[in-house]
């Protein structure tokens, strides 16, 4: 990424994990981040916005059914 991020650990539409305002990897190898709780999403958001909106580790996600549709339709790897 060429931004800083707001990453979200997420397990069955709760937060799990944040890491708040990581930094853009400027060489490799890259600092890796996950998770000890088991996850099934992860969501970045633009640096600052956890704090921004007060959002925090146990909070639930809620995605609109437009999202939750192209998710499904995602092409696997």
């Known amino acids: 990424m060429k931004i800083p991020l707001d990453m979200l650990f997420n397990y069955h ?32 958001l633009k640096a600052g916005f956890c704090d921004k909106y007060n959002i925090k580790e146990g909070d639930s996600l809620e995605f609109s059914q437009n999202i939750k549709n192209k998710i499904i339709n995602l092409p696997e790897n």
Request: hydrophobic share 35%; glycine share 0%.
């Open 13 to 44: 539409d709760k937060i799990a994990k944040i890491y708040k305002e990581v930094p853009v990897c400027e060489k490799d190898p890259c600092l890796v981040y996950s998770s000890i709780y088991k996850v099934d999403s992860v969501l970045e």
